[in-house]
């Protein structure tokens, strides 16, 4: 029996918490590590939304705005390295 979108939702859900307790070489994440990590994830959370709304934007105003917040949020994750 074929398995449905939401348990596969929650198995990468879970798949992906586990992964981000270890780095890549499996040893625990520091707190700082893990901050980190999860600040990384939000910010490209938060550029792809705002990126998906600027493709939808009708007012240049509102593109300008958007475009503006592509940057600050492009400045924040170089900065994260």
């Given at each position: 029996m074929?398995?449905?979108f939401?348990?596969?939702?929650?198995e990468?859900?879970?798949e992906e918490a586990a992964r981000g307790r270890e780095d890549r070489k499996g040893r625990p994440?520091?707190?700082?590590e893990r901050a980190r990590?999860?600040?990384?994830?939000?910010l490209?959370?938060?550029r792809a939304r705002t990126s998906a709304d600027l493709?939808?934007?009708?007012?240049?105003a509102q593109r300008h705005a958007l475009e503006r917040?592509?940057?600050?949020?492009?400045?924040?994750?170089?900065a994260l390295g």
């Open positions: 074929a398995r449905g939401d348990s596969k939702s929650v990468y859900q879970q994440l520091s707190d700082d990590l999860q600040r990384r994830q939000t490209n959370l938060a493709s939808r934007a009708a007012s240049p917040a592509l940057a600050a949020l492009d400045a924040d994750l170089k």
